[in-house]
C-alpha cells in the first residue's frame, strides 16, 4: 500500500461544487458529435443485418441493391476478404478458453439476429440505408441456443464447429487460494448446526443504452488515416487498428470526440468501426457510417446475463461461515474485447463488506446465439452486489431478525481496515457504521418500519417495502500486475502532460476519454489547486491519440484514481522543474525556495514569484539556472497498487400495489463513501445517472428474445428505459474516508449507484410481499410478474421462465485456469 502524499495544496477549488465547463457546448448542442462529421467526398455505409440468431449464409445477391440510384458500392465477406480485419479479445480468462475468431462480417454462417453480411456503399446515408433493402440473401436457418441452462447442457450449439457451447470455466476458491477455509465443509457443518441459505438468481440481459448512437467516419487521405468514433477507447481501438493490420500507430489518428454516453456499451473495437476503416482504405475516400437506434439495441454489446446458483452458510446467530458461487454467463455468440471477463470481475465481490471464512467462485461461460456480451455499467460487480445482498436479507428474514442486524454482525469494523478479504482484495479503508447510520437518520427508518408494521395490521391494499444495500465495489482499473494475474490482455497505467504555457495557462492532457463525466472539469479542479491558477485557466485535453498519444481510455471508474492521480503526479514534476528556476531568479538556493498554493517564496522572508511568473520566465528564458531546460511541462504515467472501494449504504422504500402488482418508487436515500470528492456536483451527478440504471434493472429494462432468437425489445418503445418522470428525488449524501492508495484520497464513482442499487429496490419489492410468502420476484420486477408472485403464494418465484435448472460444473467440463 502507498502512502498518501504529504505536499501542501490550498484546497480552494477541490470540494467546490463547479458547474461542468463542458457543459455548455454539450446541452446547447454546439459541439461535433461523429455524425456531425463531413468531408469533402465523403460516401455512407448501411449494414445489411441478419434476420436469423443462427443461420448459413448459401447465396447473396447484390445485382439490385449495386443498380439502385446514388449506390457506389455493395461488398460481401467474399469480396473483402482478410483485409475486413478481425475482432480481438484481449481476456482469454483461462488459457484453454474457446475463443472462436470474430469477423466483422461473417461470409458462411450468421451466429445472431442483427449480424452484418453486408455493406451498401452510397453518395448518402439515406440511399444506402433504402438500398439495403434490395440486397438478396439466402439463409439455411439452423437450431439457435437461446436458453443459457439449456445451452450450457449444449442441447443446441451456438458453434456447430466447436462442439460445445462452453467456453471456459474459471475457479477462485479460498481454502486453494490460502485466504479462507473449506467452503463445503462450512456449508456441511451450517446444514447440521446452523444455517443453508440457498437460492438461484437471474440477472437479465440488458442493452447499455447510450444516448448516442455508435457511429464512426475514417478518413484515409492525409498523411495518417484518421478515424473519429463514438468510442470510449480510442487508444484501445488504435491499438487494435495497429496490431493487427500492420499499419503504424504514428499512421492512425483515432479521434473520440464529444461522446454522448457508453456505460461500457463503447469500449468494444467494433465491426462497424471496422468496416469503415476497411471500406474506407479500399476506396481512398472518407467514409461515414451511424447506426440506427434499433441497430443499436440489437448489435451493440449487451450485459448482464448470468444465472447465479448460491449457497449462503450461517450460525443460528447469523454469523456468515461460507459462500459459494456457481455462476453460469451468456457470452452471447462472440467472446467480446472482455466479456469472458466481466463474471471473473465479480468473483471479488460476491464476499462484499462482509467477513466469510470460506469461499468458492465459480464460473462457466456459455455461447448462445445472441447478442455478445460485454462490460455494462458495473461489469460483474453489480451481478455480485444483488446477489449478496439479497441472500443477505433472506438470512435476516430466515433468522427472523432486522436486515441490519446481520449484516452489522458480519461487516469488516472501521478499526480492521486495510482489511484483506476471503477473496484475496486488501480494502484500504471505510466506514460502514457511519454510512448506515446517517443513511438510516436521513431514512427514518424506524418512522418507515412502524408504518410499514401499520399497514401490514390493517389489511391495506397497499404494502409498504423497506430494502437495504450495505454494498461496497472495487474500481479504479487496475493495478497492471493483478490485471496481469488474471491474464487481462492490457496493462491498468494512465498518463498525463501538464504543460505550463508561456500566458500563464495551464495546458493538461489526460489518456482518459471522457464521455459525459465531466473531466474537463474535475480534472482542472486538481490542477488548479495544486499549480495555485484560477480554475479557467486549466485547459484540459483528451480523446484524440494524437493529442493525447498514451493512455489506456475510461471504464471500470479508473480515469480520476488512475488518470487523475497521473495528473497529481505530472503536476508535481512541473513544481519541482519551477522550483530551482525560482531560486536562481530570487538569489536563494532551492533548499530555502518553499512552494505554497502557486507561489515560490523564499523561506522566512516576503520576497517570492508566483508560478506565472516563473512560467513566463522559464519561456523568454533570458535568465535560467544553466543547463535548465526552458519548458515547464511535465508527462506522468501512473500504475496504481491496488484498486479502490467506494462503499455505501442505499435504503428504497417501495409502495406495492397487491391488486395489481404495480410498484411504486416511496423514497430513496443513500451515502455513499467515494473518499475525497472533487466535485460535489458531478459527484451527484453520476450517482444519479448510476441509481437510474440500477433502478431501471430492478423494475423496467430487459432485452427479450422470442424463440427463435429476435430481439424483441428492439426499440425505446420496448426497451425500457426510465425517463425522469419514471424516478423520484434521490436523497443522498457522503461520508468520507479517504482511499490511503491514492494522493488525493478518491475512490471512483462512476458505476457506485448502479451497483448499490438493484438489490436495494429489489429487497423493498419482497419486503412489501414476503407476507404472501414471497421471497423472489425475478427482475424487472414489472406489475404482472409481482402479481404472479402474490397470488402463487411464490411458487415458482425464482424461475417463472421456462428452461432447465441451473446445472452444475467443475473443472472437468469446461477446461482447467
Ligand atoms: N469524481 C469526483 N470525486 C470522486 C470521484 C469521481 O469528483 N471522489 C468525478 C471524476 O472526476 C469524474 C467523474 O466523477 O469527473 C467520474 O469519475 P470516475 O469514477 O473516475 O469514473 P470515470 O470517469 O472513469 O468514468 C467511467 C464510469 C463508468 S465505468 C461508466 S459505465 C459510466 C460512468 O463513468 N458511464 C457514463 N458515468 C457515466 N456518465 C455519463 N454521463 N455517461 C456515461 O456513459
Known amino acids: 500500500m502507498t502512502v498518501v502524499d504529504d505536499r501542501p495544496t490550498v484546497a480552494k477549488e477541490v470540494g467546490q461544487a463547479r458547474a461542468r465547463k463542458e457543459d455548455q457546448r454539450l446541452i446547447t448542442g454546439r459541439t461535433k458529435w461523429t455524425d456531425n462529421i463531413t468531408l469533402n467526398g465523403m460516401v455512407h455505409l448501411a449494414m445489411v443485418r441478419s434476420p436469423y440468431a443462427h443461420a448459413n449464409i448459401t447465396a447473396i445477391n447484390t445485382t439490385e441493391a449495386k443498380a439502385a440510384e446514388n449506390v457506389l458500392q455493395v461488398y460481401t465477406a467474399a469480396d473483402l476478404g482478410d483485409s475486413q480485419g478481425v475482432l ?26 442483427g449480424e452484418i453480411v453486408a455493406v451498401v456503399v452510397a453518395r448518402t446515408a439515406a440511399a444506402a440505408r433504402d438500398a439495403v433493402q434490395l440486397v438478396d440473401v439466402d439463409y439455411e436457418e439452423l437450431p439457435a441456443a437461446l436458453d443459457l441452462r439449456e445451452n450450457a447442457q449444449d442441447k443446441v450449439l451456438a458453434h456447430p464447429d466447436l462442439g460445445t457451447n462452453k467456453s ?30 440457498e437460492r438461484e438468481y437471474r440477472q437479465q440481459r440488458l442493452i447499455p443504452a447510450f444516448m448516442e448512437p455508435r457511429s464512426c467516419v475514417v478518413d484515409p487521405t492525409g498523411d495518417q488515416i484518421t478515424m473519429w468514433s463514438a468510442t470510449q477507447v480510442p487508444h484501445i481501438v488504435r491499438f487494435a487498428l495497429a496490431a493487427t493490420t500492420g499499419v503504424p500507430e504514428s499512421k492512425i489518428r483515432v479521434i473520440a470526440p464529444d461522446v454522448g454516453g457508453g456505460f461500457g456499451g463503447k469500449l468494444q473495437v467494433t465491426p462497424e468501426e471496422w468496416l469503415v476503416w476497411c471500406i474506407a482504405r479500399r476506396l481512398g475516400k472518407p467514409v461515414k457510417y451511424t447506426e440506427t437506434r434499433s441497430e443499436s439495441l440489437m448489435a451493440a454489446h449487451h450485459g448482464r446475463d448470468q444465472w447465479q446458483k448460491l449457497t449462503m452458510a450461517a450460525t443460528k446467530d447469523g454469523i456468515l461461515t ?41 464460473c462457466q461461460t456459455v455461447f448462445s446465439n445472441k447478442a455478445w456480451t460485454d462490460a455494462y455499467r458495473g461489469a460483474g460487480r453489480p451481478e455480485a452486489t444483488f446477489a449478496i445482498e439479497r441472500l443477505m436479507d433472506e438470512l435476516a428474514n430466515e433468522l427472523g431478525v432486522d436486515p441490519f442486524e446481520v449484516r452489522e454482525k458480519n461487516w469488516i469494523k472501521h478499526e480492521e481496515f486495510p482489511f484483506t478479504t476471503v477473496a484475496g482484495l486488501e480494502y484500504d479503508s471505510g466506514n460502514y457504521e457511519a454510512a448506515t447510520a446517517r443513511a438510516k437518520e436521513m431514512f427514518d427508518y424506524d418512522g418507515l418500519r412502524a408504518e410499514q408494521k401499520a399497514r401490514r395490521a390493517s389489511g391495506d391494499s397497499v404494502q409498504l417495502g423497506i430494502g437495504v444495500s450495505t454494498f461496497t465495489e472495487m474500481c479504479g482499473l487496475a493495478p497492471s500486475r493483478v490485471l496481469g494475474s488474471l491474464n487481462y490482455g492490457a496493462g491498468g497505467w494512465e498518463s498525463a502532460s501538464v504543460r505550463m504555457l508561456a500566458t500563464g495557462k495551464v495546458e493538461v492532457v489526460t489518456g482518459a476519454s471522457a464521455h459525459g463525466q465531466g473531466h474537463e472539469t474535475a480534472f482542472s479542479q486538481i490542477v488548479a489547486d495544486r499549480l495555485g491558477v484560477p480554475f479557467e485557466d486549466v485547459e484540459v485535453l483528451h480523446g484524440d491519440t494524437q493529442i493525447a498519444p ?6 471500470g471508474s479508473r480515469s480520476l484514481v488512475v488518470g487523475g492521480e497521473a495528473l497529481v503526479k505530472a503536476t508535481d514534476k512541473v513544481i519541482e522543474k519551477a522550483k530551482p528556476v525560482a531560486a536562481h531568479l530570487l538569489e536563494a538556493s532551492v533548499e530555502d525556495i518553499e512552494y505554497s498554493a502557486g507561489r515560490f517564496s523564499v523561506k522566512g522572508t516576503e520576497q517570492g514569484l508566483s508560478i506565472q511568473e516563473i512560467a513566463g520566465a522559464v519561456f523568454v528564458a533570458h535568465n535560467l539556472p544553466d543547463g535548465m531546460e526552458p519548458t515547464l511541462d511535465s508527462d506522468a504515467t501512473y500504475d496504481p497498487v491496488n484498486f479502490n472501494y467506494p462503499h455505501g449504504t442505499h435504503l428504497c422504500a417501495v409502495e406495492v400495489d397487491t391488486e395489481t402488482g404495480e410498484v411504486k418508487m416511496r423514497k430513496y436515500v443513500c451515502v455513499d463513501d467515494v473518499g475525497t470528492v472533487i466535485n460535489p456536483l458531478i459527484v451527484s451527478g453520476q450517482i444519479h445517472g448510476g441509481l437510474t440504471q440500477g433502478i431501471a434493472q430492478a423494475l423496467f429494462e430487459e432485452a427479450v428474445y422470442d424463440d427463435s432468437g429476435t430481439l424483441v425489445s428492439g426499440s425505446f418503445v420496448d426497451y425500457l428505459v426510465p425517463t425522469a418522470a419514471d424516478m423520484i428525488s434521490f436523497d443522498i449524501d457522503h461520508h468520507s474516508t479517504p482511499s490511503l492508495t491514492n494522493t488525493l484520497g478518491t475512490k471512483g464513482v462512476g458505476e457506485a449507484g448502479t451497483i448499490a442499487s438493484t438489490p436495494a429496490v429489489v429487497n423493498a419489492v419482497v419486503d412489501a410481499i414476503r407476507q404472501f410468502g414471497v421471497d423472489d420476484v425475478q427482475m424487472p420486477c414489472t406489475p404482472e410478474r409481482v402479481w404472479k408472485a402474490i397470488q402463487s403464494g411464490g411458487a415458482n418465484q425464482s424461475d417463472p421462465t421456462e428452461g432447465a435448472a441451473m446445472p452444475h460444473f467443475d473443472e472437468s467440463e469446461g477446461g482447467a485456469q
Open 550 to 555: 498514451k493512455g489506456l481510455d475510461t471504464y
Open 168 to 197: 471456459a470455466f474459471w475457479k477462485f476458491d479460498s481454502e486453494e487460494a490460502g485466504t479462507g477455509g473449506n467452503v463445503d465443509a462450512a456449508i456441511d457443518k451450517a446444514r447440521t448446526e446452523g444455517v443453508v441459505i
Open 322 to 362: 461460507g459462500l459459494k458461487v456457481e455462476l453460469l454467463a451468456d457470452l452471447g455468440s462472440y467472446v467480446a474485447i472482455v466479456g469472458g471477463g466481466v463474471p471473473v470481475l465479480g468473483a471479488f465481490m460476491f464476499n462484499a463488506i462482509y467477513k466469510f471464512p470460506a469461499y468458492q467462485f465459480t
Open 88 to 113: 480481438i479479445n484481449a481476456w482469454a480468462i483461462t488459457p484453454d478458453q474457446k475463443t472462436p475468431v470474430h469477423l466483422p462480417m461473417p461470409g458462411d454462417r450468421v451466429t445472431f439476429a
